[in-house]
């Protein structure tokens, strides 16, 4: 018996040493949802796990449909962080996110992190024009976004069709704005329709750059500087009359199942070294504005030195369905 009842207390002490240890090592993990692209989640989920001992989870879908899940999960989250999401999205849904002051936000200036710490910019993305020098010799090329309405580029730029596209439906509302707004900000806009081809993923677009199968794109600076690194004949054009910087950012969700790990990954994201790895492999300008991105890889400008525009964000956001019913009324009219 007393045999017996010690076998019984000592099954019982592993089983209990058993159950700490699963969940220490349950605590050990990260559920990350994230919209980037596959090569930067890999990247920042293996190195994070390196640099800390925690298995990232890597949940990736579109922005739109992250946020939905957060959303559906409220009253029992699944995810721990959400990434790669725009500063429109991450505001409109910040009473799902856990606030926390990141160890790096003296770095990131104030209009790219939430003011209650709830959520934090991670990089910009610059609207811009990508352009084959190939196929368009680099003097020759466009100056600005006014250029682009000039009859000479009739159906050699590409665009992605701003229904699929939240930088593209930034990239017109802006020029609506820029041009004048009412309607003569749409008629210009339908001016440069009616030049382009419009495309159904921003993909298409830098490959079609990067290929020669267009000389000229409305994209986003990354891509063209992924694809001059690997060899293709594309320039980065800072239209002369102004860009805007389209945030994207990282937030815990509140009552995630890991939050202490989930803040590691804030601080770890934001770190200098680990922005500095992120532009290297992917060209993703950093929110945190203290690297010296002319002597980094892609030399990229500093945004201190290139033209940024007015830009209504809230409004645009807002007026969205409405707006997008107008622009693909305007497309179908150029087609």
């Given at each position: ?7 019984g207390?000592?099954?019982g ?18 559920v ?10 890999k990247?920042?989920?293996?190195e994070?796990?390196?640099a ?14 992250i ?29 799902y ?21 709830r959520?934090i ?16 010799p ?17 159906d050699?730029i ?30 210009k ?10 495309l ?8 079609g ?5 267009y ?51 804030v ?7 680990v922005?500095e ?31 940024l ?21 305007a497309i179908?009219?150029?087609?």
């Amino acid at each position: 018996m007393m045999k017996r009842g010690y076998s019984g207390v000592f099954a019982g002490a592993v089983a209990a040493l058993l159950g700490f240890a699963g969940a220490a090592g349950a605590q050990e993990r990260l559920v990350l949802y994230t919209s980037n692209e596959a090569t930067l989640n890999k990247l920042v989920a293996a190195e994070f796990q390196k640099a800390t001992g925690v298995e990232v989870n890597v949940i990736s879908a579109g922005s739109g449909v992250i946020i939905k899940r957060v959303q559906t999960e409220k009253d029992r989250p699944q995810g721990d962080v959400i990434w790669g999401v725009s500063r429109s999205l991450l505001q409109t849904n910040a009473e799902y996110f856990e606030p926390y002051a990141s160890q790096h936000k003296g770095a990131i200036p104030a209009e790219f992190r939430d003011p209650q710490d709830r959520w934090i910019g991670t990089n910009l993305h610059l609207l811009v024009v990508l352009q084959n020098t190939r196929q368009i010799p680099e003097a020759q090329g466009p100056k600005s976004w006014d250029d682009l309405t000039q009859p000479k580029w009739k159906d050699r730029i590409a665009f992605t069709d701003p229904a699929n596209s939240g930088s593209a439906y930034s990239n017109v509302t802006l020029l609506i704005d820029m041009w004048g707004g009412g309607s003569a900000g749409w008629s210009k806009v339908e001016r440069l329709f009616a030049n382009a081809k419009v495309l159904n993923r921003s993909s298409l677009v830098f490959q079609g750059v990067g290929n020669g199968e267009y000389g000229l794109g409305i994209s986003l600076e990354y891509a063209g500087y992924l694809w001059a690194s690997n060899g293709a004949p594309v320039k980065v054009v800072y239209p002369a009359d102004g860009t805007i910087p389209q945030m994207e950012g990282v937030a815990i969700i509140k009552g995630g199942p890991n939050t202490a790990n989930a803040r590691k990954f804030v601080d770890y994201v934001n770190r200098k070294d680990v922005r500095e790895m992120i532009l290297q492999k992917t060209f993703r300008r950093p929110a945190r504005q203290d690297l010296d991105l002319p002597n980094l890889p892609g030399r990229m400008p500093r945004l201190a030195d290139i033209k940024l525009a007015k830009y209504d964000e809230d409004g645009w956001t807002a007026g969205r369905g409405e707006t997008l019913g107008r622009i693909k009324e305007a497309i179908q009219k150029t087609r």
